[in-house]
């Protein structure tokens, strides 16, 4: 080694040849670094872009992403809705905040007891079994068992008589939670999901007590279970009643379902039992509907020199509760028409609506609710009209039956094959129906 070393100083030529070896084994040694630093800088950036799609997908196809992000802002509010600023620091799961999109704000629940009309019998009966447990759990749960509110009541009844009013005015006079649980927000196209948001109704309900689960137009969720039903809605079913009866047996917790529904023979009977207590909520009788009138038009411009809301209320024979705030509605508008009352020939944008004061307009009278009356009918009026008409053309035009269609059709189909029109028979008197049978006679 010391004399190769010695050699190369002797040769300068030789020198020169191991120092470019050198400097060429110093390239390669650079060149190696660079590779192994390019591939892991390779694979650093593989792993990024795979955990970047990974998650995209994920999120992706994270069915609660786009309603969780409602519900943050929701958790903030809910103190604010209910009106109970305790809720506000509960901790809410992604589902639960999701339903606590369906808490009705304090304000939305409207008036208490005292705006309803008529159903005293109901309203008194209602307040003890609903009001006075949901508002004071702890003074019903120390007398026994049976001294408490009902997992659940039903409101039935025809349209527009007072279901959804009632249901908030428990609400309201008793300081519960009101989720309005509308059964778009339990469907959930993704399997298993609808099932998580059905179990947190329960919990946030839970959280939230006293609390009341209002389900309007019942029926069409709990329904009798038909063959039809899919597995999916069969399944969120049975988690509907199974955690319903987890509320039945946990008598000190004060949560609540009412069911609304116009069509209770409809509703499944393991559901009716759930709801063991049942109102009907009938159409007014003539007391009531001057009750009814009295607190719509409370607020309202009236002349009660010509209103006489006893006589209109014997006039409005099956009128339900909202027919009559629509009927006051229409009344109402008729001074606003007189006022606007245009020219023949008088363009609507030639109105002067910005100047139009409220103290231009004048009294509602009875003349007023009269006509309101010749436009607002009882509901379904207009349509068993239009039910009746239908039926009355329908029969008109039942000359063809299906037994003269055939032999019609059959006939023509021979006449197309012979060449000739043969006679529908009984068709010359005009007749409906056939026999079925040709004559084979042609015209
Ligand atoms: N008894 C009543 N007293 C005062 N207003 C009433 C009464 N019943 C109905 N109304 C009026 O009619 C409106 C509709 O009532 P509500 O929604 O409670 O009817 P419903 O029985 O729930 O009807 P549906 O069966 O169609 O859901 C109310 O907002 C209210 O203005
Ligand atoms: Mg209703």
Redesign the pocket.
């Known amino acids: 080694m010391l004399r190769r070393a010695s050699t190369a100083r002797n040769f300068p030529v030789l020198e020169k040849v191991a120092g470019g070896r050198r400097n060429a084994e110093r390239g390669q040694d650079k060149r190696a670094i660079g590779v192994v630093l390019l591939e892991w800088s390779l694979m650093v950036a593989g792993y990024y872009i795979l955990y970047l799609s990974v998650n995209g997908i994920v999120t992706m196809m994270d069915p609660v992403k786009k309603d969780r992000g409602a519900g943050v802002q929701t958790k903030e509010a809910l103190g604010k809705k209910a009106d109970r600023s305790e809720i506000a620091r509960l901790d809410l799961s992604p589902y639960e905040r999701i339903i606590a999109n369906e808490v009705l704000d304090a304000e939305q629940l409207e008036g208490g007891f005292d ?5 005293e019998q109901q309203k008194r009966e209602i307040f003890e079994l609903a009001v006075l447990p949901l508002k004071r759990p702890d003074l019903f749960n120390k007398r026994g068992k049976l001294l408490g509110s009902p997992k659940g009541i039903l409101f039935y009844g025809a ?7 009632l249901a908030k005015a428990i609400a309201r006079e008793s300081g519960a939670a009101f989720i309005n649980l509308r059964m778009s927000t339990l469907t959930n196209k993704y399997f298993g999901e609808s099932n998580k948001l059905v179990s947190a109704v329960f919990s946030l309900a839970n959280k939230l007590a006293p609390t009341i689960i209002f389900i ?1 137009e019942i029926e069409s969720f709990l329904r009798v279970r038909g063959r039809g039903d899919d597995a999916p809605w069969i399944s969120l079913k049975a988690e509907f009643m199974t955690l319903w009866d987890g509320i039945l047996t946990e008598s000190a917790v004060p949560i609540m379902v009412l069911g ?1 529904s ?1 069509r209770p023979y409809d509703l499944d009977p393991a559901i009716l039992r759930r709801l063991p207590r049942q109102f009907e ?1 009938p159409l ?1 009788d003539p007391k009531q509907r001057a009750e ?1 009138l009295r ?2 038009l409370k607020e309202e411009h009236v002349d009660y020199e010509s209103v006489k809301l006893g006589a209109l209320a014997a006039e409005t024979e099956g009128y ?3 027919d009559l ?1 629509e009927l006051c509605r229409a009344a109402v508008m008729m001074p606003v028409r007189d006022v606007m009352y245009l020219p023949a020939g008088g363009s609507l944008t030639a109105l002067d609506v910005d100047g139009l004061q409220a103290e231009h307009l004048r009294q509602v009278t009875m003349e007023d609710l009269r006509n309101a009356m010749k436009r607002v009918k009882p509901t379904g009026h207009a349509a068993q009209d239009y039910e009746r008409r239908e039926s009355a053309h329908a029969e008109h035009t039942a000359h063809i039956s299906p037994a003269f269609m055939n032999t019609a059709l059959s006939l023509l189909l021979q006449s197309l094959v012979q060449g000739h029109v043969p006679q529908v028979p009984g068709a010359a008197h005009g007749q409906a129906g056939g026999d079925g049978r040709s004559n084979g006679r042609s015209v």
């Open positions: 705006t309803i009309g008529g159903l349209p527009g008589t007072g279901k959804t009013m309007d609304a116009n909520i007014p009814i607190l719509l339900s509760g909202s705030k």
